[in-house]
Protein backbone atom coordinates (compact mmCIF):
# COMPACT_ATOMS: atom_id res chain seq x y z
CA UNK A 1 0.00 0.00 0.00
CA UNK A 2 2.74 2.61 0.71
CA UNK A 3 4.00 2.56 -2.67
CA UNK A 4 0.64 3.30 -4.00
CA UNK A 5 0.65 6.24 -1.68
CA UNK A 6 3.92 7.50 -2.75
CA UNK A 7 2.61 6.85 -6.47
CA UNK A 8 -0.42 8.84 -5.88
CA UNK A 9 1.87 12.26 -4.21
CA UNK A 10 3.87 11.99 -7.10
CA UNK A 11 0.99 11.76 -9.95
CA UNK A 12 -0.95 14.94 -7.47
CA UNK A 13 2.42 16.44 -7.94
CA UNK A 14 2.25 16.60 -11.78
CA UNK A 15 -1.34 17.44 -11.92
CA UNK A 16 -0.77 20.58 -9.56
CA UNK A 17 2.31 21.71 -11.34
CA UNK A 18 4.79 21.04 -8.51
CA UNK A 19 8.54 19.52 -9.55
CA UNK A 20 8.60 15.69 -9.29
CA UNK A 21 11.79 16.50 -6.90
CA UNK A 22 10.15 18.56 -4.57
CA UNK A 23 8.13 15.71 -4.40
CA UNK A 24 10.40 12.99 -3.73
CA UNK A 25 11.75 15.09 -1.22
CA UNK A 26 9.25 15.63 0.83
CA UNK A 27 7.51 18.33 2.60
CA UNK A 28 7.42 18.73 6.57
CA UNK A 29 5.18 20.45 8.41
CA UNK A 30 6.73 22.71 11.02
CA UNK A 31 5.70 21.98 14.64
CA UNK A 32 4.54 25.33 16.11
CA UNK A 33 5.13 24.18 19.62
CA UNK A 34 8.92 23.51 19.60
CA UNK A 35 9.90 26.03 16.87
CA UNK A 36 11.27 29.24 17.44
CA UNK A 37 12.89 32.43 15.85
CA UNK A 38 15.28 34.15 17.94
CA UNK A 39 17.38 37.07 18.10
CA UNK A 40 19.66 38.62 20.69
CA UNK A 41 21.37 42.34 20.27
CA UNK A 42 23.88 43.99 22.31
CA UNK A 43 21.58 46.83 24.49
CA UNK A 44 24.89 48.98 26.22
CA UNK A 45 26.48 46.64 28.28
CA UNK A 46 23.69 43.29 28.35
CA UNK A 47 22.29 41.53 25.69
CA UNK A 48 18.71 41.62 25.06
CA UNK A 49 16.71 38.55 23.89
CA UNK A 50 13.04 38.26 21.92
CA UNK A 51 11.78 36.44 19.38
CA UNK A 52 8.86 36.33 16.72
CA UNK A 53 5.69 34.78 17.92
CA UNK A 54 4.19 34.42 14.54
CA UNK A 55 6.05 33.10 11.26
CA UNK A 56 5.08 30.00 8.65
CA UNK A 57 7.19 28.20 6.40
CA UNK A 58 7.59 25.32 3.85
CA UNK A 59 10.05 22.68 4.84
CA UNK A 60 11.64 20.70 1.87
CA UNK A 61 14.23 17.87 3.09
CA UNK A 62 15.44 15.09 2.20
CA UNK A 63 19.83 14.30 2.45
CA UNK A 64 19.55 12.51 -0.58
CA UNK A 65 17.97 15.05 -2.44
CA UNK A 66 19.67 18.47 -1.21
CA UNK A 67 18.24 19.63 -5.17
CA UNK A 68 15.10 19.74 -3.76
CA UNK A 69 15.47 21.49 -0.60
CA UNK A 70 13.36 24.20 0.80
CA UNK A 71 13.36 26.50 3.86
CA UNK A 72 11.51 28.96 3.69
CA UNK A 73 10.32 31.14 6.01
CA UNK A 74 7.85 34.31 6.42
CA UNK A 75 7.75 36.02 9.52
CA UNK A 76 4.64 38.73 10.75
CA UNK A 77 7.08 41.77 12.00
CA UNK A 78 4.69 43.00 14.17
CA UNK A 79 4.24 39.91 16.53
CA UNK A 80 8.19 40.52 17.88
CA UNK A 81 8.05 40.10 21.41
CA UNK A 82 10.69 40.87 23.80
CA UNK A 83 8.26 40.55 27.08
CA UNK A 84 8.50 44.73 27.05
CA UNK A 85 5.28 46.09 25.64
CA UNK A 86 7.05 49.68 25.39
CA UNK A 87 9.78 48.28 23.65
CA UNK A 88 8.32 45.92 21.17
CA UNK A 89 5.97 49.19 19.94
CA UNK A 90 9.36 51.18 19.64
CA UNK A 91 11.11 48.36 17.76
CA UNK A 92 7.53 47.94 15.43
CA UNK A 93 8.07 51.93 14.99
CA UNK A 94 9.94 53.93 12.04
CA UNK A 95 13.04 53.98 14.25
CA UNK A 96 13.39 50.45 13.68
CA UNK A 97 11.05 47.83 11.76
CA UNK A 98 8.30 50.36 10.43
CA UNK A 99 6.04 47.34 10.58
CA UNK A 100 2.97 48.89 9.14
CA UNK A 101 5.26 49.67 6.48
CA UNK A 102 6.99 46.16 5.39
CA UNK A 103 4.79 43.73 7.96
CA UNK A 104 6.73 40.76 6.57
CA UNK A 105 10.64 39.37 6.39
CA UNK A 106 10.96 37.02 4.33
CA UNK A 107 14.13 34.03 3.24
CA UNK A 108 13.75 32.20 -0.06
CA UNK A 109 16.38 29.39 -0.19
CA UNK A 110 18.34 29.46 -3.41
CA UNK A 111 20.18 26.48 -2.39
CA UNK A 112 21.42 23.70 0.37
CA UNK A 113 24.52 21.79 0.23
CA UNK A 114 26.76 19.66 2.84
CA UNK A 115 29.35 21.07 4.31
CA UNK A 116 30.60 17.67 6.78
CA UNK A 117 28.69 15.49 9.24
CA UNK A 118 25.66 17.07 10.11
CA UNK A 119 26.47 21.01 8.85
CA UNK A 120 25.26 22.29 6.09
CA UNK A 121 25.24 25.43 4.05
CA UNK A 122 22.14 27.29 3.34
CA UNK A 123 22.03 30.05 0.44
CA UNK A 124 19.01 32.25 0.01
CA UNK A 125 17.55 35.80 -0.13
CA UNK A 126 16.94 37.53 3.26
CA UNK A 127 14.16 40.32 3.03
CA UNK A 128 14.17 42.88 5.52
CA UNK A 129 12.58 46.06 5.27
CA UNK A 130 13.39 47.59 1.93
CA UNK A 131 16.70 45.48 1.36
CA UNK A 132 17.28 41.70 0.06
CA UNK A 133 20.47 40.36 0.06
CA UNK A 134 21.54 37.05 -0.91
CA UNK A 135 23.18 35.38 2.01
CA UNK A 136 24.29 32.25 2.98
CA UNK A 137 24.16 30.35 6.79
CA UNK A 138 25.22 27.32 8.21
CA UNK A 139 22.75 24.55 8.90
CA UNK A 140 23.14 21.82 11.34
CA UNK A 141 20.64 18.85 10.87
CA UNK A 142 20.18 17.02 14.38
CA UNK A 143 18.48 13.97 12.21
CA UNK A 144 15.20 11.90 12.10
CA UNK A 145 13.57 9.69 14.02
CA UNK A 146 9.99 8.48 14.58
CA UNK A 147 7.81 10.55 16.92
CA UNK A 148 8.33 8.70 20.37
CA UNK A 149 5.33 10.78 21.00
CA UNK A 150 3.22 9.66 18.22
CA UNK A 151 3.42 6.62 16.23
CA UNK A 152 3.15 6.34 12.53
CA UNK A 153 4.72 10.16 12.47
CA UNK A 154 8.67 11.00 11.56
CA UNK A 155 10.13 14.03 13.62
CA UNK A 156 13.46 16.03 12.49
CA UNK A 157 14.98 18.68 14.29
CA UNK A 158 17.55 21.38 12.36
CA UNK A 159 19.50 24.69 13.98
CA UNK A 160 20.16 27.86 11.50
CA UNK A 161 22.63 29.82 13.51
CA UNK A 162 24.04 33.04 12.30
CA UNK A 163 24.88 37.04 12.52
CA UNK A 164 23.32 39.87 10.58
CA UNK A 165 24.11 43.57 10.30
CA UNK A 166 20.40 45.15 10.85
CA UNK A 167 21.72 48.64 10.06
CA UNK A 168 22.40 46.72 6.31
CA UNK A 169 18.77 45.98 6.40
CA UNK A 170 17.71 49.11 7.57
CA UNK A 171 16.34 48.63 10.87
CA UNK A 172 17.42 51.87 12.52
CA UNK A 173 19.51 55.16 11.19
CA UNK A 174 22.32 54.07 13.27
CA UNK A 175 21.76 56.87 15.79
CA UNK A 176 21.12 54.74 18.43
CA UNK A 177 23.97 52.61 17.84
CA UNK A 178 26.31 55.65 17.95
CA UNK A 179 25.04 56.94 20.80
CA UNK A 180 25.76 53.08 22.11
CA UNK A 181 22.76 52.13 23.11
CA UNK A 182 21.67 48.99 21.12
CA UNK A 183 24.77 47.16 18.58
CA UNK A 184 24.55 46.57 14.88
CA UNK A 185 25.04 42.93 15.06
CA UNK A 186 22.07 40.76 15.92
CA UNK A 187 22.35 37.07 16.33
CA UNK A 188 19.43 35.23 14.76
CA UNK A 189 18.74 31.46 16.04
CA UNK A 190 15.90 29.62 14.04
CA UNK A 191 15.20 26.35 16.06
CA UNK A 192 13.22 24.11 13.62
CA UNK A 193 11.57 20.91 14.36
CA UNK A 194 9.57 19.48 11.91
CA UNK A 195 7.11 16.18 11.15
CA UNK A 196 5.62 14.36 8.77
CA UNK A 197 3.79 11.01 8.78
CA UNK A 198 6.17 7.76 8.17
Known amino acids: MKWKAALFTLALAVLLGAPLDQARAGQWEIDQDHTGIYFDVRHTFVTVRGLFDDFSGTILFDPENLAAARFDFTVNVASINTNITRRDDHLRSADFFEARTYPRMTFTTKSVHHVQGDEYALEGDLAIKDVTKRITVPLRYFGMQENP ?12 DFMLDRLEYNVGSGRFYEMGVIGREV ?4 ALEVLKDS
Do not use: H
Not at 149 to 160: D, H, P, S
Not at 187 to 190: E, Q
Open 149 to 160: LKRGQTVAGFEI
Open 187 to 190: RVLI
